[in-house]
């Protein structure tokens, strides 16, 4: 039997666990030019309709692109693009588990993480 991997499913949460990892992996905490280009570029993967964290981001990457990457502009929006990734993360996509004691142990992952 020959296994079959669907490489083409790439969903909103999808993207929100791999940008996730990405700012916990990424050496440099401040976004710059190239990893926007990253980011914009992985968004085109996502096969469903955008969500509400993934259209927003595409909105500001289009503003940090409409005043050509200055620093100072992609400076203004990444608090907002890890804060509301982290909000996703707290009230949609945590929420997605049912157990409360699952919702308990993420929440004080998330605690632990943000001190």
Known sequence: MEWVEDKDIFTNQD???WLQGYFEISELSNLDVSKIDII???LTDIN????EY???LIEVIEDIEMH???NEIIMQWEDPIRLNL?????????DSYSSAHSKEKLQ?????TST
Not at 48 to 51: I, K, M, S, V
Not at 86 to 94: L, N
């Open 68 to 70: 050509d990457f200055q």
């Open 86 to 94: 982290a909000s996703i993360f707290k009230h949609v996509i945590d």
């Open 40 to 42: 914009r570029k992985k």
């Open 15 to 17: 993207f929100c666990y």
């Open 54 to 56: 993934t259209s927003w």
């Open 108 to 112: 004080k992952t998330h605690d632990e």
């Open 48 to 51: 469903e309709p955008l969500g």
